[in-house]
């Protein structure tokens, strides 16, 4: 199976969503990989019906399940745990600090199916396993550039190496906008369709200019000057001044840029001597807020152009 996965030692592992998760037999198949954040209670399974069973879910046994194996006759629950257990689950999650029967724990073992243990209510569980694998298991990718929050749009700076994109960044910190991410981006796709970046731990909250080397924005300026990740709403791309290349003018197209399948605007600004390229992030970031909010500057131009090309008279009649 291809895609995005994960493994159970890496949910095992997990500290910061509190699933408190420890192994109760099967480390042998810690390295199971999980493709995809949805759970499965196999209840059905349990009594021997397997039809509708997703084998490479997270299958969590709740007290129900684990009630239902306690009660059931020791035969029938062995024949019936040894079939579940011949399909290749990738792991087991007893909730609710519940002790399955020693069968049950002898079979997984010897089957290689990793089986965890929380005192989390299965509800509890559920819930946070479930946002825990939607956030680590969503597409990723990594870009060259500078990601800024200016007033409240998340800007990605682009260009090639030594074009100015660390210097804008820095003008519009100064300006009072906040850094996000320099020199590497970090953008993770957030269901259905956002981009959301941050910068790598190693190097967040850094810059590097050139001639100054590497600044720490948040010492220099304050926690107001940084953040630690922004959805991104528009691509600004800087290349350098070429007067035989035609620039748009006008602005009634909206040219778009794709990153991970998500579609965001995409604005390339020529750059040159004596163009004031924060000033124009800035009117870029306002003019994004206008469009949002229903209101288009050039399209507006247009059509009163139009409008007063179809009133005025083609010429004057000589009488």
């Given at each position: 199976?291809?895609?995005?996965?994960?493994?159970?030692?890496?949910i095992?592992?997990?500290?910061?969503?509190?699933?408190?998760?420890?192994?109760?037999?099967?480390?042998?198949?810690?390295?199971?990989?999980?493709?995809?954040?949805?759970i499965q209670?196999?209840?059905?399974?349990?009594?021997g019906?397997?039809?509708?069973?997703?084998?490479?879910?997270?299958?969590v046994?709740?007290?129900?399940?684990?009630?239902?194996?306690?009660q059931m006759?020791?035969t029938?629950?062995?024949?019936?745990v040894?079939?579940l257990?011949?399909?290749?689950?990738?792991?087991?999650?007893?909730?609710?600090?519940?002790v399955?029967?020693?069968?049950?724990l002898?079979?997984?073992?010897?089957?290689?199916i990793?089986t965890?243990?929380?005192?989390?209510?299965?509800?509890?569980f559920?819930?946070?396993?479930?946002?825990?694998?939607?956030?680590?298991?969503?597409?990723t990718?990594?870009m060259?550039?500078?990601?800024?929050?200016v007033l409240?749009?998340g800007?990605?700076?682009?260009?090639?190496?030594?074009?100015?994109?660390?210097?804008?960044?820095?003008?519009?910190?100064?300006?009072g906008h906040?850094?996000?991410?320099d020199?590497?981006?970090f953008?993770?796709?957030?269901?259905?369709?956002?981009?959301?970046g941050?910068?790598?731990d190693?190097?967040?909250?850094?810059?590097?200019?050139?001639?100054?080397?590497?600044i720490n924005?948040?010492?220099?300026y304050?926690?107001s000057?940084?953040?630690?990740?922004?959805?991104?709403?528009?691509?600004?791309?800087l290349?350098?001044?070429?007067?035989?290349?035609?620039?748009?003018?006008?602005?009634v197209?909206?040219?778009?840029?794709?990153?991970l399948?998500?579609d965001?605007p995409h604005i390339i600004i020529?750059?040159?001597?004596?163009?004031?390229?924060g000033?124009?992030?800035?009117?870029?970031?306002?003019?994004?807020?206008?469009?949002?909010?229903?209101?288009?500057?050039a399209?507006?131009f247009?059509?009163r152009?139009?409008?007063?090309m179809?009133?005025?008279?083609?010429?004057?009649?000589?009488?």
């Amino acid at each position: 199976m291809d895609g995005i996965s994960l493994s159970i030692q890496e949910i095992l592992d997990d500290s910061e969503y509190g699933l408190g998760l420890t192994l109760l037999a099967g480390a042998q198949g810690l390295g199971n990989r999980i493709f995809s954040s949805r759970i499965q209670k196999p209840g059905l399974a349990l009594a021997g019906y397997t039809e509708h069973l997703h084998a490479t879910r997270i299958q969590v046994l709740g007290n129900t399940e684990i009630s239902f194996l306690n009660q059931m006759e020791k035969t029938l629950a062995l024949e019936c745990v040894n079939t579940l257990c011949s399909f290749p689950i990738s792991c087991f999650i007893i909730t609710k600090g519940l002790v399955p029967p020693d069968f049950f724990l002898e079979i997984v073992e010897k089957t290689g199916i990793p089986t965890l243990h929380t005192s989390l209510q299965s509800s509890t569980f559920i819930s946070l396993i479930t946002k825990f694998l939607e956030e680590r298991l969503l597409p990723t990718t990594h870009m060259h550039g500078v990601l800024v929050d200016v007033l409240g749009v998340g800007i990605l700076l682009m260009g090639k190496s030594g074009i100015g994109k660390s210097e804008c960044a820095l003008d519009l910190v100064i300006r009072g906008h906040r850094l996000v991410a320099d020199d590497m981006v970090f953008i993770k796709k957030k269901m259905p369709a956002a981009l959301v970046g941050q910068a790598e731990d190693a190097i967040q909250h850094l810059m590097e200019i050139r001639g100054l080397g590497i600044i720490n924005i948040k010492d220099l300026y304050g926690v107001s000057a940084i953040r630690d990740k922004k959805i991104i709403d528009m691509m600004l791309e800087l290349t350098e001044w070429d007067s035989d290349q035609e620039y748009d003018r006008l602005g009634v197209d909206d040219n778009k840029a794709t990153i991970l399948g998500v579609d965001i605007p995409h604005i390339i600004i020529p750059v040159r001597p004596g163009r004031n390229l924060g000033s124009i992030i800035e009117v870029a970031a306002r003019n994004f807020l206008l469009k949002v909010m229903g209101y288009h500057s050039a399209r507006d131009f247009q059509e009163r152009l139009l409008s007063r090309m179809e009133v005025r008279p083609l010429g004057n009649e000589v009488e």
